[in-house]
């Protein structure tokens, strides 16, 4: 395989991660869990479309719109 440094940079991250909590799954998963609501404003959900806000009309659809 090609070396991606990139990908291999994160791939230590991941293992340090992993490591602080003694490579223990449910700590870990823990670990993620705290970080998600500590940055609640950087989780995109697949739902997130259905919560759209609708654009404002464009200045041609104010003026059709008016009587």
Do not use: F
């Not at 602080?20 to 739902?47: A, F, M």
């Amino acid at each position: 395989m090609k070396p991606d440094p990139p990908i291999d940079a994160i791939r230590e991250v991941r293992h340090r991660i992993s490591a602080s909590v003694d490579h223990d799954p449910k700590r870990l998963v823990d670990y993620y869990r705290k970080l998600q609501k500590q940055h609640q404003e950087r989780i995109v959900s697949r739902g997130a479309q259905d919560s759209t806000p609708e654009l404002a009309p464009t200045a041609e659809q104010s003026e059709a719109m008016e009587p």
